[in-house]
């Protein structure tokens, strides 16, 4: 084997052992924030009356290819997909809401409405640019009701929101940016008159802008391109063409958000990505948070289910990537600090592990040595592990049935009984 080829197979290798391009390994002080923010969801999800959900991690691929919308990016662009062994179209989850629905409907749930349903850390997988906070493989906490028509889903929806961000300490600024679709008749009609607006400035749109312009000129009102934005701010509004049914749907969504003192604004702009949205669609910004100000969207869906193949039945949901929400959160206050044990000498050191085993039997962390060391050595580590106590015990403390009690605050030492040092320790966790 040549030098090249040696140097060639180590590069390999390294290579190999990075993770897969737009993923990451979430370490030990992440997957705790990322813990947090899953139990506060459950919580707060579980006081609305929400019951927890998890889904495959993949679906036929019509399930997205025909009801997320054949025209939006996650289907053109960013869904794995790929065939089992035999034969079937697969893809890997790349949104939560059509599952949930594929979920309700073959699990016979409609028994069951009204109905709220949520998911917690779920994986979702998009082929798309890494970004901070854009991965190819994501989590997302997410809620959904079905069975509900009144505006009053939308508000408990948003309410539930503002409260887990709240909860989450992300922000004191929180607004939300709400719009209506209208139903599908008021949809049709609109988009007539906006195709009549853009068909004249064919040339002066996007690339993306063009490719969309038959198939879903809607997403064109949420285009970045300057140009676009340009041409989009004299565009007939969607609000203007909704039928009295919807006005006075979305007029009563406002009412209810002013009643909980929660802060909404009208972006006629507003559509969404995804083809199911109808009436309400929502996202919630921070003012604390400049042009990276969205944090959760959502929206209501009317149409999906009887679109899958299932009754008509009316729903609403929002979803939220925990990356997202783990940027944005507070440094979390460590209240898991470990007692340490410093031990030296084979009756100490098994003493010491029987004393380790109860109090992790009354909840309490431990630092416990598995290998032997010098007492130095042992208190460097008691100190690096945050330690609140440290129990130092040899040979001689042994004999003499006693263990040595250290707060490490305040240096203070006792010693301490071996048949009392338990009941000490925990009393003062």
């Keep these: 084997m040549t030098v090249n080829q040696t140097a060639a197979q180590k590069s390999k290798s390294r290579q190999i052992l990075q993770p897969v391009r737009g993923t990451h390994d979430s370490l030990p002080d992440n997957s705790r924030r990322f813990r947090h923010i899953e139990q506060t969801a459950i919580e707060i999800f579980g006081k609305y009356g929400f019951g927890e959900i998890r889904t495959p991690i993949f679906e036929f691929t019509e399930i997205f290819s025909r009801n997320v919308g ?4 996650i289907v053109t662009k960013e869904m794995y997909n790929f065939e089992d062994r035999g034969g079937e179209p697969l893809t890997l989850r790349p949104e939560g809401t059509a599952p949930v629905v594929r979920a309700y409907y073959s699990s016979g749930l409609k028994k069951d409405l ?13 082929y798309e640019r890494p970004q901070k906070g854009r991965l190819r493989q994501h989590h997302q906490i997410g809620a959904e009701i079905f069975g509900v028509s009144d505006a009053m889903a939308e508000v408990e929806m948003l309410s539930m929101a503002f409260n887990l961000l709240k909860k989450l300490n992300i922000s004191d600024n929180l607004y939300v940016q709400i719009n209506s679709l209208g139903d599908s008749k008021d949809r049709a009609y609109y988009r007539e008159e906006l195709l009549e607006y853009l068909r004249p400035h064919h040339k002066d749109l996007s690339a993306e802008s063009q490719t969309r312009l038959e198939r879903n000129p809607l997403r064109i009102l949420d285009s970045k391109d300057k140009g676009d934005q340009e041409l989009i701010a004299n565009a007939p509004k969607m609000f203007d063409f909704l039928s009295p049914a919807s006005k ?7 009412a209810g958000l002013d009643s909980l003192g929660i802060n909404w604004q009208i972006n006629h702009n507003l559509v969404r990505g995804l083809d199911y949205y109808t009436h309400t669609v929502f996202e919630i910004h921070s003012e604390d948070f400049g042009s990276q100000s969205q944090i959760l969207s959502g929206g209501r869906y009317n149409g999906l289910i009887a679109q899958m193949g299932g009754d008509d039945v009316p729903a609403i949901g929002f979803g939220c990537g925990i990356e997202r929400l783990e940027s944005l959160m507070p440094k979390l206050v460590d209240d898991t600090r470990p007692v340490a044990i410093v031990s030296a000498g084979l009756s100490a050191r098994v003493e010491s ?15 416990f040595p598995l290998e032997e060391a010098s007492f130095k050595n042992q208190f460097k580590k008691a100190n690096k592990a945050n330690a609140v106590f440290t129990l130092i015990m040899g040979e001689d403390e042994f004999a003499s049935g006693i263990c040595g009690v250290k707060d490490m605050e305040t240096g203070e030492q006792h010693n301490i009984g071996l048949t009392e040092v338990v009941s000490f320790v925990s009393e003062r966790i």
Excluded: W
């Excluded at 709220?116 to 979702?124: A, D, N, Q, R």
């Excluded at 006075?248 to 406002?254: A, D, I, L, P, T």
């Design 70 to 73: 054949d025209s939006t990016d």
């Design 114 to 126: 009204p109905l709220k349903l949520c998911y917690v850390g779920t994986p979702m997988f998009r």
């Design 248 to 254: 006075n749907h979305f007029e009563k969504v406002q």
């Design 353 to 367: 592990l029987k004393i380790a085993e109860k109090l992790r039997n009354k909840g309490i962390s431990v630092a």
